[in-house]
């Protein structure tokens, strides 16, 4: 079975998801690399990263930039071997189907 962190390289810390994540010294670990996945996109393109535009009346998002001191951690706990991914390669590369 393998599980997900995100670190921040920088602070040593790790991230409990979500749009706007806090970074602890343990964070959040998630089941499945798409879940993972959804929450960088989520952080990247949250609606508190949208801009209003008064003469059409409508709200566009503004993607952030993955910081590359991101990275996603995966633990396989089978066999206890840590993989270390980007976390901006990992938002960029396509779902399984």
């Known amino acids: 079975m393998k599980v997900y962190k995100i670190c921040d390289e920088k602070t040593g810390l790790f991230s409990t998801g979500g749009a706007n994540p806090k970074w602890t010294k343990v964070g959040k670990i998630w089941q499945c690399e798409g879940h993972v996945k959804s929450s960088i996109t989520n952080w990247a393109t949250c609606y508190g990263n949208q801009l ?19 990275k996603v951690i995966c633990f396989d706990l089978n066999t206890a071997i840590q993989e270390t991914l980007s976390a901006e390669a990992l938002h960029k590369r396509p779902a399984k189907k």
Do not use: D, E, L
Not at 53 to 64: A, I
């Open 52 to 70: 209003y535009n008064q003469k059409t009346k409508q709200w566009y998002g503004v993607n952030k930039k993955i910081p590359k001191s991101w």
